[in-house]
């Protein structure tokens, strides 16, 4: 438990060891005058007491947005230390853990699934803690760092991204180049489409990826990621791309002569396994079966296998057993870590976080990246359902600022498949793009 306390002070103080050494976490009165800052636990599990999950209040937790009356409120000068009297070691836990999202027993004892998951196994915001709370945007963690950092008289970080990750999940390469695809335009009455999509890849409406890259590199050094499908494309996980066709090779060959990254896009259906498999050890090769499938067709490019980063498809991570799959199978960075209805800060932070399994309660290799914005988010009829092109993007603006203001990692995701003729999303994306850039 030593290292969960060490490595949450640290991600508090912004990654300052020195600074992260002015923090006490102790309810001995004895030790405070050791430290510039003490945080006082409470009953949880961080203290080797009974193991209990327990929900915090974020709206009344010491925030740098309520910064004028957190002195008189959450704490008090003794000395020359000041005594948190709020245990935000454990709310900062509870969040970058997902123990509260994570199908745990002791928060969903007696409660049916579809009570807290939607129809594809995922929790919606308005079930997460932050959401019932109205703090979809607001990075909470990144606020307490802000005040525990000042407090121990380290520097605060400038107002800037730490990086730009201009992320596409590929659900589709071509939408006519396969004959279901085609007898689908047919009976729609789009031959002509249909016909000028078999005269080659490029003339297929889905092949938006030229003008994504267009787009995507007038943001100087922003990281260009694509995620790509290896599962069989049954059910969700339809339409499925051949890794061996000529289709998929000349896309592939187009990003590597642009430097994209790549990774592997999980299969709706790997969740679904993980969630049934009998061990830990089944459950990675799960994961790892997919990836080694995606590397393999990547022999144009220089992949290394064990630094493929990955995002769920459908954003389904479904449960801890999903994500310690991730970190088993070797994977280090994954990216799926945003609500599928909701803008925002799903982890409480704008900046990767190492996860914490809260079923062990294992600091794990595995670093979430946190996905803020994504295009089906804004529109979906079953998500936010905005329909004007100028709310969406008010609204993107104010998550941007968010993260640049907490010196953050701002990871966006839109789908290829969305940018195509005059969408909202295409005029959306290149709007965006031009204010961060």
Not at 285 to 303: G, P, R
Not at 378 to 402: G, R, T, W
Request: charged fraction near 25%; glycine fraction near 8%; hydrophobic fraction near 35%.
């Amino acid at each position: 438990m030593d290292d969960i306390i060490e490595y949450i002070k640290t991600f508090l103080c912004y990654g300052n060891e020195k600074a992260a050494k002015h923090v006490g976490y102790t309810r001995d009165e004895m030790d405070w005058q050791h430290y510039k800052v003490v945080i006082v636990p409470g009953k949880n599990i961080l203290t080797g007491e009974k193991r209990e999950w327990t929900e915090p209040d974020f709206s009344t937790s010491p925030r740098a947005e309520k910064q004028g009356e957190f002195y008189d409120e959450f704490g008090e000068k003794m000395g020359g230390t000041w005594v948190i009297k709020e245990d935000i070691i454990y709310q900062t836990l509870y969040l970058i853990s997902l123990a509260g999202e994570l199908h745990l027993d002791e928060l969903k004892e007696g409660k049916d699934p579809a009570e807290w998951t939607d129809q594809h196994g995922r929790v919606p915001s308005k079930y997460s803690a932050l959401g019932r709370q109205a703090l979809w945007t607001i990075p909470v963690v990144d606020e307490l760092s802000r005040l525990v950092t000042k407090l121990a008289e380290a520097p605060l970080p400038d107002q800037h991204f730490s990086r730009i990750v201009l992320s596409h999940d590929v659900d589709t390469i071509a939408h006519y180049r396969h004959f279901r695809g085609f007898a689908g335009a047919i009976s729609r009455g789009q031959l002509k489409v249909a016909v000028g999509s078999w005269a080659g890849l490029e003339f297929d409406p889905a092949y938006t990826f030229p003008w994504l890259h267009d787009q995507d590199k007038k943001v100087s050094g922003a990281s260009e990621l694509y995620f790509f499908k290896a599962g069989k494309g049954k059910g969700h996980d339809y339409p499925q791309y051949d890794l061996n066709g000529a289709d998929f090779k000349q896309l592939i060959g187009y990003l590597n002569d642009k430097d994209a990254e790549i990774g592997l896009h999980v299969s709706y259906e790997a969740a679904t396994l993980i969630d049934h498999a009998e061990d830990a050890e089944q459950a990675a090769e799960i994961i790892a079966k997919e990836k080694k499938q995606l590397y393999f067709a990547l022999e144009q490019m220089d992949a290394d296998p064990d630094e493929m980063p990955t995002r769920w498809h459908y954003l389904r991570m479904t449960s801890a057993e999903c994500l310690q799959a991730l970190a088993d199978a070797g994977i280090t960075d994954d990216y799926t870590i945003g609500w599928a209805d909701h803008v925002g800060f799903r982890l409480g932070t704008t900046r990767p976080v190492r996860w914490i399994n809260p079923k062990t309660m294992k600091l794990t290799d595995l670093t979430l990246h946190p996905q803020s914005l994504m295009d089906c988010t804004l529109s979906n009829e079953s998500y936010m359902n905005i329909s004007d092109e100028a709310e969406a993007y008010f609204i993107c603006q104010q998550v941007i600022d968010k993260v640049r203001q907490s010196g953050g990692e701002l990871v966006m995701l839109w789908h290829n498949s969305n940018v195509e003729g005059d969408s909202y999303h295409k005029q959306l994306y290149k709007e965006l793009i031009d204010y961060i850039k």
